[in-house]
């Protein structure tokens, strides 16, 4: 018995030393992502109610309703305000200066410079740019302004036009008041926070409350396709008018791009083409006229020569070109990508 006993006893400490050299599982594996060519369609559906955010990466996707938010507040250093003026085309805003909410009732719209944000992103181009009179330690004091945001539709009716004061920012809790245009005093005093996984805090006039626009965490992904506003030149009249368009935007967190018009074929871009290039920031680079209207096909055609290297925030390349913008039902709304890893 005393023999039979130190063998067991000796086979479970053989088995314990043997469980301790085995290496703790990860918590979670890796995507890998796959080699060659890949591709994906995006529903935005005919009327283009959808928004449909992408990572090349893992080949994440989540859609949700355009629309959702006017006004956002951003995580970064440039304290940016940005508008959702693809709600219509109408959307604007301008400012007055050194007025009191109270005494402004009404608004001469002809008399206002109005002005909607430029999609590339950059703080100077937005219609906020300028709002701030310092910032130090954290804290960015206001200047003294009355902003007034057209939001375009007659339809809101009384909701049409906000007028809005800043009152500062200190770490990443923005504090603004706003209300209707004909309202003596602010109807509301927020204290909205960006929460540091997001690029922005978002509020909804109509709702008088937060909403949330982006599904993924900032790191985790590249593009949206959605709906926004810019300034287009008409080539046969050689005049520019802002239009509402239907693109692509980048995440404004490290993701940088190069549009290649008619360059280089799609197969030679290798890793080593792609990292000689200088990428851009513009969250616009991407854009919309990957496709143009076809008066004689009466539908959007795709300029498959157009080829974007895309640098994501993880440090990965890749290349991505339009193949169509129908469904199989001949529906338009319904953009289609393909793209590859660079290695």
């Not at 200066?97 to 206002?112: L, P, S, V």
């Not at 967190?253 to 871009?269: A, P, R, S």
């Not at 792609?274 to 539908?299: M, P, R």
């Not at 055609?301 to 895309?310: D, E, H, L, M, P």
Request: hydrophobic share 35%; aromatic share 14%; net charge neutral.
């Amino acid at each position: 018995m005393r023999g039979s006993n130190t063998y067991w006893i000796g086979l479970i400490i053989v088995l314990m030393c043997l469980a301790s050299c085995e290496k703790d599982e990860p918590l979670y594996i890796a995507p890998e992502v796959p080699v060659g060519t890949q591709s994906a369609t995006f529903a935005m559906g005919e009327n283009y109610e959808n928004q449909l955010w992408f990572e090349f990466a893992t080949q994440k996707t989540a859609s949700n309703p355009f629309g959702l938010w006017d006004i956002g507040f951003s995580l970064s250093e440039q304290n940016s305000i940005v508008l959702n003026c693809g709600k219509h085309s109408g959307f604007s805003a301008t400012y007055i200066e050194n007025a009191d909410f109270k005494d402004i009732r009404q608004i001469d719209i002809n008399r206002y410079t109005w002005t909607f944000d430029n999609p590339n992103g950059h703080p100077d181009s937005l219609s906020f740019s300028g709002c701030w009179e310092s910032y130090q330690m954290g804290k960015a004091k206001p200047k003294n302004r009355i902003y007034i945001i057209n939001r375009g539709a007659d339809s809101l009716g009384n909701k049409k036009f906000i007028k809005l004061r800043l009152l500062g920012r200190e770490g990443s809790s923005y504090h603004f008041q706003w209300g209707l245009l004909t309202d003596t005093v602010p109807k509301n005093d927020v204290f909205i926070n960006v929460k540091n996984e997001y690029n922005y805090a978002y509020y909804n006039f109509s709702s008088e409350k937060e909403v949330y626009n982006e599904p993924f965490n900032r790191d985790n992904w590249d593009m949206v396709i959605t709906t926004y506003k810019q300034t287009v030149t008409e080539e046969t009249l050689g005049t520019t008018m802002p239009y509402i368009l239907r693109g692509v935007l980048t995440n404004p967190n490290k993701v940088k791009v190069l549009e290649l018009n008619n360059v280089i074929d799609f197969n030679l871009i290798d890793l080593n083409y792609a990292k000689s290039l200088v990428l851009s920031n513009y969250l616009n680079e991407i854009g919309y006229d990957w496709k143009t209207w076809s008066l004689t096909a009466n539908k959007y055609t795709v300029n498959q020569k157009k080829i974007f290297i895309i640098l994501d925030a993880k440090g990965n390349y890749f290349k991505m070109r339009f193949v169509d913008f129908y469904n199989d039902k001949g529906e338009k709304g319904f953009p289609k990508i393909a793209w590859e890893l660079l290695k």
